[in-house]
């Protein structure tokens, strides 16, 4: 039962989510979350607890909304969930997911890197979902093994019987799950799709024992891979959750064998890029923990829609844009990757801003391959707060001077890419994540897309 | 004889952490914009340094695990760095590539890395991270005042000898340690600052005088630099400065 006092703070922090709603100052997505962790810091725990089938956490610098929602869609149609969906990741925003939803039956909640210890410790999870770690917003989170630090100090506070399924392909967070009970192990298998060699920004590519470079049998994402030790020290633990004959298929979508204990099944996930078949087996490994079929994976894998401003396609007129959510090397590289396959935009308009949720520091684009892009750019509109710096990066990058086009107004960049978008084409934009959602803000007030409270809802 | 420089670039597999590649980018880009050959050579681990080889040698920033594995190694070339050093070479080293440079950086349990003391300056590390935006003025040729504004992120609190040169005065930002308002070091050609962001896109005049005394080594005379369209740069260096003045670090 809950008790009258926290009825009360659940009240007063939900009419501020409709209040803010109404204020237009967006969709109130963490503010009742804030004021009930202010009135009362211990309300978090106790909101968990009344889950009937407990909480699920999904952290990772990259794909936690993608993961997240592929659960979600998978497990949803069964069991109703409390779920974070708009993005807000941090304590406040698992406070307001709680509040939203009064009869939830399990919490599904995507956590920020930063936040995972904090919420893991307020939340007992049940199961944790750990995707991946690569170096990210260094003037926020720190260095990389900092982060890994206060993960592993995490996952040795959960309770044991707590199912870890962990990104084996990591080499860092294989090391920081390795010894606990009740980790399962997830990752990809197939040679075909591997990259050549590693990209120039990969992280944690020197064994944690030894020091000594891994040797890669296969490099799939990042530093993400099947990975040795030369000296003997370890290797990528054997994998209890596999993607096997992984198939891209252009802009559009991948398909892939899921290799699990329990059989075999051949998904379809309308979502392109490497990057998400790994986010597809860590949702499905996530699901698997929590009780799905592989009949239930299949279904929701194959109906996943993209999660707002990841791969999201606007209709504007004759024309669309596609949003792709840029915010880090490793991310921004395969979102690259993706587009280079298919055969890459003449046309694009890339943002980039540095508040603190972007990262105040730009110094990360320097560390994107973005060079691919320069052979079929015949106009690049950059935009954002640090606009100028992203024109250095192309100018030193390949692309000449004369065809990139600095207009830092949001709005109309966009309006300039479309302006050079023929009639049926598709405007590619990359921004980073504050300038995306006033992209999205600029697309819904001209009635293109719905405000991103309610298109996630 | 067509012009050209020779770059070593001190463990690029290591030390990259602050998109370091920017820095060798326009350096890179600058030089064969001129004509001036580029020759770039990466030095890794086990690598051996024969002083003369190179003009101009480049040493990025790393996370400490990073930073630990290479600084023995780093010690075993300090001779012969040091010696290219006397003998006109340049040297850009940025954040934990500057704290190499010096003569020691101690951790936080007191245990000392040796540095390889190319440049006469100490680091300790401190409690806190220094983070933000940086604007310094520097003066590297005399009556010529410049600019330099870029990103700053350390824990190490970096003092120079008495006597010796620092890069520039911060007007806004922490810079070495938060305490005497002046950042990074210099000596003859040689180059520390914990400024990244990185450094040398929005400041390419600091690419250029080091392009310039790089040149001046293997040439043995001061090169004239032909001047380059530098909008972009210009524009860039006016929002980064901009920003430090707005929201640089102070505690």
């Known amino acids: 039962m809950v008790g009258v006092r926290l009825q009360l703070e659940i009240a007063l922090a939900r009419a501020a989510g409709s209040l803010s709603r109404l204020a237009g100052r967006g969709g109130g997505t963490t503010l009742?979350?804030?004021?009930?962790?202010?009135?009362?810091?211990?309300?978090?725990?106790?909101?968990?607890?009344?889950?009937?089938?407990?909480?699920?956490?999904?952290?990772?610098?990259?794909?936690?909304?993608?993961?997240?929602?592929?659960?979600?869609?998978?497990?949803?149609?069964?069991?109703?969930?409390?779920?974070?969906?708009?993005?807000?990741?941090?304590?406040?925003?698992?406070?307001?997911?709680?509040?939203?939803?009064?009869?939830?039956?399990?919490?599904?909640?995507?956590?920020?890197?930063?936040?995972?210890?904090?919420?893991?410790?307020?939340?007992?999870?049940?199961?944790?979902?750990?995707?991946?770690?690569?170096?990210?917003?260094?003037?926020?989170?720190?260095?990389l093994e900092l982060v890994a630090a206060r993960w592993?100090?995490?996952?040795?506070?959960?309770?044991?019987?707590?199912?870890?399924?962990?990104?084996?392909?990591?080499?860092?967070?294989?090391?920081?799950?390795?010894?606990?009970?009740?980790?399962?192990?997830?990752?990809?298998?197939?040679?075909?799709?591997?990259?050549?060699?590693?990209?120039?920004?990969?992280?944690?590519?020197?064994?944690?024992?030894?020091?000594?470079?891994y040797e890669y049998r296969a490099a799939y994402v990042g530093h993400l891979g099947d990975y040795l030790c030369t000296n003997g020290d370890h290797q990528?633990?054997?994998?209890?959750?596999?993607?096997?004959?992984i198939e891209l298929k252009g802009l559009e979508a991948t398909s892939f064998?899921?290799?699990?204990?329990?059989?075999?099944?051949?998904?379809?996930?309308?979502?392109?890029?490497?990057?998400?078949?790994?986010?597809?087996?860590?949702?499905?490994?996530?699901?698997?923990?929590?009780?799905?079929?592989?009949?239930?994976?299949?279904?929701?894998?194959?109906?996943?829609?993209?999660?707002?401003?990841?791969?999201?396609?606007?209709?504007?007129?004759?024309k669309a844009v596609l949003l792709l959510l840029i915010k880090n090397?490793?991310?921004?590289?395969?979102?690259?990757?993706?587009?280079?396959?298919?055969?890459?935009?003449?046309?694009?308009?890339?943002?980039?801003?540095?508040?603190?949720?972007?990262?105040?520091?730009?110094?990360?684009?320097?560390?994107?391959d973005f060079e691919p892009l320069a052979g079929a750019l015949e106009r690049l509109v950059v935009t954002g707060g640090r606009a100028a710096e992203l024109a250095l990066r192309?100018?030193?990058?390949?692309?000449p001077a004369d065809r990139i086009e600095v207009v830092a107004d949001l709005e109309r960049a966009l309006d300039r890419g479309l302006a050079e978008t023929p009639a049926g084409g598709e405007l590619v934009v990359l921004p980073t994540y504050t300038a995306m959602l006033a992209l999205r803000r600029v697309a819904a007030e001209r009635g293109l897309v719905r405000p991103y409270w309610e298109a996630a809802a | 004889m067509k012009r050209k420089i020779v770059?070593?670039?001190?463990?690029?597999?290591?030390?990259?952490?602050?998109?370091?590649?920017?820095?060798?980018?326009?350096?890179?880009?600058?030089?064969?914009?001129?004509?001036?050959?580029?020759?770039?050579?990466?030095?890794?681990?086990?690598?051996?340094?024969?002083?003369?080889?190179?003009?101009?040698?480049?040493?990025?920033?790393?996370?400490?695990?990073?930073?630990?594995?290479?600084?023995?190694?780093?010690?075993?070339?300090?001779?012969?760095?040091?010696?290219?050093?006397?003998?006109?070479?340049?040297?850009?080293?940025?954040?934990?590539?500057?704290?190499?440079?010096?003569?020691?950086?101690?951790?936080?349990?007191?245990?000392?890395?040796?540095?390889?003391?190319?440049?006469?300056?100490?680091?300790?590390?401190g409690e806190r991270r220094m983070i933000g935006d940086v604007l310094l003025e520097c003066e590297l040729a005399p009556g010529e005042p410049r600019l330099l504004a870029g990103f700053e992120n350390h824990a190490g609190r970096t003092y120079l000898d008495d006597g010796a040169e620092p890069l520039g005065r911060v007007v806004a930002g922490f810079g070495n340690n938060g305490e005497d308002g002046f950042e990074g070091s210099t000596l003859g050609g040689a180059v520390g600052t914990y400024l990244h962001g990185p450094l040398l896109p929005r400041n390419p005049w600091l690419a250029d005088w080091l392009i310039a005394r790089a040149l001046a080594r293997r040439l043995g005379e001061t090169p004239e630099l032909e001047s380059l369209p530098d909008d972009f740069e210009s524009s860039a260096a006016r929002v980064s400065a901009d920003r430090a003045r707005a929201r640089g670090g102070r505690f």
């Open chain 1, 257 to 318: 064998d899921l290799v699990t204990v329990m059989g075999t099944r051949r998904l379809s996930l309308p979502l392109p890029g490497l990057y998400n078949v790994y986010n597809a087996v860590a949702a499905s490994s996530l699901a698997l923990a929590l009780g799905a079929s592989l009949d239930e994976i299949e279904a929701g894998v194959g109906r996943f829609r993209p999660a707002f401003g990841r791969f999201e396609r606007i209709p504007a007129g004759d």
């Open chain 1, 236 to 245: 990528r633990p054997p994998l209890d959750v596999v993607a096997r004959s």
């Open chain 2, 7 to 125: 770059v070593g670039h001190l463990y690029p597999d290591y030390l990259n952490i602050y998109a370091d590649r920017g820095n060798m980018a326009v350096l890179e880009r600058r030089a064969v914009w001129r004509g001036i050959g580029f020759d770039y050579r990466t030095i890794g681990l086990g690598e051996s340094v024969r002083p003369g080889e190179h003009d101009l040698y480049y040493v990025g920033g790393g996370q400490d695990r990073e930073q630990a594995l290479v600084a023995p190694d780093l010690a075993g070339k300090g001779e012969p760095l040091r010696e290219a050093a006397a003998s006109g070479a340049a040297f850009l080293a940025v954040c934990g590539g500057y704290q190499l440079l010096g003569r020691f950086y101690r951790d936080r349990s007191g245990a000392e890395l040796p540095g390889i003391g190319l440049l006469p300056h100490y680091t300790v590390a």
């Open chain 1, 152 to 213: 592993r100090t995490a996952l040795a506070q959960l309770d044991p019987a707590a199912t870890v399924l962990v990104n084996a392909d990591d080499p860092l967070l294989a090391d920081i799950a390795r010894g606990r009970p009740n980790v399962l192990h997830f990752g990809l298998d197939d040679p075909s799709v591997a990259r050549e060699r590693l990209p120039h920004a990969a992280d944690s590519k020197y064994c944690r024992a030894c020091g000594a470079p």
């Open chain 1, 329 to 368: 090397p490793a991310g921004a590289n395969e979102v690259v990757r993706t587009l280079v396959a298919d055969g890459g935009p003449r046309v694009a308009v890339i943002a980039l801003n540095d508040n603190i949720a972007d990262g105040r520091d730009v110094s990360w684009i320097w560390d994107v």
């Open chain 1, 32 to 143: 009742p979350g804030k004021i009930l962790a202010t009135l009362d810091p211990a309300a978090l725990g106790t909101l968990a607890e009344r889950l009937p089938l407990g909480s699920a956490l999904v952290s990772a610098t990259n794909g936690k909304t993608t993961t997240a929602a592929i659960v979600s869609e998978i497990l949803g149609g069964r069991i109703r969930l409390a779920h974070n969906r708009a993005g807000a990741n941090l304590v406040s925003g698992v406070a307001s997911a709680l509040l939203t939803v009064d009869d939830a039956e399990l919490g599904l909640f995507e956590v920020d890197e930063g936040a995972f210890p904090d919420v893991a410790g307020r939340i007992h999870p049940r199961a944790v979902c750990l995707g991946n770690l690569f170096r990210d917003q260094l003037d926020r989170y720190g260095e």
């Open chain 1, 394 to 399: 192309f100018k030193y990058g390949g692309v």
